[in-house]
């Protein structure tokens, strides 16, 4: 007890002098209308500092390039270099000489702000990282961000690698307006690589702010805690920067804020205004133009990508980053989708604890783009901890299994179910709903009442078939097995069915 308390005052010291020098850059904001360019707030938007992984945003926006021209595909093998491979977190854990997919590429940098995925994709599409950086930056005059210069792939803290809120919030728009095929990776929660499962640096924000779906989170201990952000609301989409944050929940609060002032005034409609063709020159190729869409009001569908790739070049292997499924809750339950959002916004408070614990090694880094720090680290594979009933149970088989009590009154000894699911992380399963609308209001009543043993946990709603009808598996996902575990054990404590699923082996 004496242990345990003598560790909390030590943290709360270190908490509060943290707060004091992560950040050496002072704050700065700006506030765009994606349709139309409109300025709807700006503060110290011109001043240079540290972009962390926003970097990140630029490295991706000319690997579109290279794919849309052909010269790269995404089913391509790419060698890891030792100098990729020796770059900090946050990080896939490349090794040298290992071969992956430009696929994983890509999912890596965007989705968990891996330092080597991003410069092993500057250093395939250039030769060398600092090559790519000079494109970066020519790619940035072209794109009207004056201010910027790239020194790196990925972010981490060099000499002259600044930026400002204004440029960073010019890219995002790029990216959404240039590239809609592409965006809709920028939403997801997870994804797989052939790393196993990774989880989305931005996915608390992505979760908590009605309308988000991108784009890109960065954290150095020179930096702070900065975010480039994107939603949409009816025909309103507000693109955003921060830099400077102090924390994560500072920053997600700060940005929720700024979003929240872009809506109010923005005009309800708008015409898309085209953006300039950017010329683009690609080391011993003709220069390649990128050109907006007309009226890019809305992200393209699937069917529409198809219809896109089909006229590229034989030899393109067709994208196939899969469109994650619409998990957006109906109006009957926007008030407690509302109460959600605030509570996941207060439980960043404790990540920062978690954080800080961690800050040794990422200062070593300088990198790490923030609660990716502590779960950068690759899948546990443990084992299940002994619950003394069913492992190893076909998920399909344990969903059926529940569905019969998942809408009736709990039992009153709840049983916990081990079953098998993707490689790379553990989940809860809570039950098979018969709509949508009843899956998230579980979830949502669920994280409410038990945020400290779901915390950092993804809410998750899958449909599936059982016995003929069309169920909704309503799921935590991303956690440990010992958080699964636990969290199980406490909602059999309070006679709620849970059903733990084991990754695959």
């Not at 991706?60 to 093998?77: C, K, M, P, S, W």
């Not at 309800?268 to 953006?275: E, F, I």
């Amino acid at each position: 007890m004496l242990k345990n308390f003598t560790r909390g005052v030590i943290l709360a010291l270190v908490a509060s002098m943290w707060a004091g020098f992560a950040v050496a850059q002072p704050t700065a904001s700006f506030v765009m209308d994606a349709r139309t360019g409109e300025v709807l707030y700006a503060r110290n938007a011109d001043l240079r500092v540290h972009p962390a992984s926003l970097t990140k945003m630029m490295t991706l926006y000319l690997a579109f390039v290279e794919l849309e021209a052909g010269r790269i595909t995404l089913d391509q093998q790419v060698t890891i270099s030792s100098h990729a491979a020796s770059m900090p977190p946050s990080e896939l854990g490349l090794r040298t000489g290992q071969k992956v997919s430009v696929r994983t590429l890509i999912r890596g940098a965007a989705i968990r702000s891996a330092n080597d995925a991003a410069t092993a994709i500057g250093e395939l599409i250039s030769g060398s990282e600092a090559a790519f950086a000079e494109r970066m930056t020519q790619a940035a005059r072209e794109m009207g961000m004056r201010n910027t210069t790239f020194r790196n792939a990925n972010g981490l803290t060099a000499n002259g690698h600044l930026s400002t809120a204004r440029d960073m919030t010019l890219l995002g728009q790029r990216l959404f307006r240039d590239f809609p095929q592409y965006y809709n990776l920028f939403s997801r929660n997870t994804t797989e690589t052939e790393m196993g499962t990774i989880y989305n640096t931005n996915r608390r924000f992505l979760s908590a702010y009605r309308g988000a779906d991108g784009i890109k989170t960065g954290y150095t201990s020179a930096a702070g805690y900065n975010l480039t952000s994107s939603a949409q609301r009816g025909q309103e989409r507000i693109i955003a920067t921060f830099l400077g944050g102090t924390s994560v929940n500072q920053r997600n609060q700060e940005m929720a804020r700024l979003l929240d002032l872009g809506f109010n005034r923005a005009p309800s409609r708008a015409a898309n205004v085209q953006l300039a063709a950017l010329h683009l020159p690609a080391p011993g190729q003709s220069e390649t133009v990128i050109a907006t869409r007309a009226n890019p009001a809305e992200r393209p569908n699937r069917q529409e990508a198809l219809v896109r790739t089909a006229s590229r070049p034989a030899h393109r292997t067709a994208p196939t980053l899969r469109v994650a499924e619409n998990t957006i809750p109906a109006a009957a339950i926007e008030a407690e989708q509302n109460a959600i959002s605030a509570a996941l916004v207060a439980a960043d408070a404790a990540m920062n604890v978690a954080a800080i614990e961690a800050a040794s090694r990422v200062e070593m880094g300088d990198g790490g783009d923030d609660d990716i720090v502590i779960a950068a680290r690759r899948p546990e594979r443990r084992p299940p901890l002994d619950t003394g009933v069913v492992a190893n149970v076909p998920a399909e088989t344990a969903s059926a299994e529940l569905v019969a009590q998942a809408e009736q009154p709990r039992s009153e000894q709840a049983r916990v179910v081990v079953a098998s699911a993707a490689i790379g992380s553990w989940s809860v399963q809570l039950g098979a709903f018969s709509t949508r609308d009843k899956a998230e209001r579980h979830l949502i009543q669920t994280a409410l009442a038990q945020m400290e043993s779901l915390n950092g946990a993804t809410r998750d709603i899958s449909s599936t078939i059982v016995n003929g009808r069309t169920m909704f598996r309503a799921r935590f996902i991303g956690m440990s097995g010992d958080a699964a575990n636990r969290a199980c054990a406490r909602l059999v404590a309070l006679t709620q069915e849970c059903l733990v699923i084991a990754p695959q082996i």
